[in-house]
């Protein structure tokens, strides 16, 4: 079964950065297109950004993070990354990958707080 674990989170102040790491436990080549959402409390999980196995991205919200996220991968290391730059408030919640056109089992997310 494929695993997923997501770290990289934390405490940052607004205008601060983070990276944000998902590896995975099989080749991510072979799950295909990746993504990270976000979960804010009380809300669904929305989708943040996504990256081809080519290395294209897409990020939903580009008004949002347009220019402050950035989706990248490492296929040697099984790993997606979100640099995420100039963080704000509304950044807060926890952060999850998966595969973006199947359904794997979610990994327990890394917590990004941007407070003051």
């Known amino acids: 079964q494929v695993q997923l674990v997501e770290s990289g989170g934390g405490l940052v102040q607004p205008g601060g950065s983070l990276r944000l790491s998902c590896q995975a436990s099989v080749s991510i080549r072979s799950i295909g297109t990746m993504a990270w959402h976000r979960q804010v409390p009380g809300q669904q999980r929305e989708l943040v950004a996504t990256i081809t196995v080519a290395g294209t991205t897409y990020y939903p919200d580009s008004d949002s993070v347009k220019g402050r996220f950035t989706a990248s991968r490492d296929d040697a290391a099984n790993t997606i990354y979100l640099q995420m730059d100039n963080l704000k408030t509304e950044d807060t919640g926890v952060y999850y990958c998966?595969?973006?056109?199947?359904?794997?089992?979610w990994g327990p997310g890394t917590q990004v707080t941007v407070s003051s």
């Open positions: 998966n595969a973006r056109w199947r359904d794997l089992p």
